[in-house]
């Protein structure tokens, strides 16, 4: 009997590159923070059996605008985001895509790059929970990917509104939920 082929997985990073300089900004700051912490360990665990890291980051309405710009925006003084990019800011060799509305796949090329990378699965993590990372998965399980997002690394304005998203990703879309921790890559 034929082996089945192994998952190869791509980690999203969604809109953690944020100066959080808006009304409710606040507000999410101290849930952002604590899924940057947990993005950060899994970011560092996939890395080391070569997963690839990607990026996708609203272009904020600014059409003239560069993922390397978008960071050095965000870490300028006096942010409310900058601890949190100062956290989980990009390495050299991680993909980008700015995205110009909620979802990562509409009217970027993020669905090429996943095919590029010939990825299956996609890990997806980021702000906000009930936006643009429900967005994301809504368009990734219409395009047949399986989907793993650990409720450890998506941040939402409330803990309400983050556990109803949470639970219609695991319920409609059928992701896994997981904490990171506790979900095996190998």
Known sequence: MEQPARSRYALLIIDMINDLEFEHGPCLFPYAFEAAKQIT???????????????????YGKWQSDFPGIVDHCMKEGMTGKPIVELIKPDEDDYFVLKPKFSGFFATPLELLLTHLEVDTLIITGVAGNMCVQFTANDAYMRDYKLIVPADCVASNTVDTNNEAIHLMRDVLKANVSPAKEIDFE
Do not use: E, Q, S, T
């Open 41 to 59: 360990i899994l970011k560092k665990r996939l890395k080391a059996i070569g997963v690839p890291i990607i990026y996708v980051n609203d272009n």
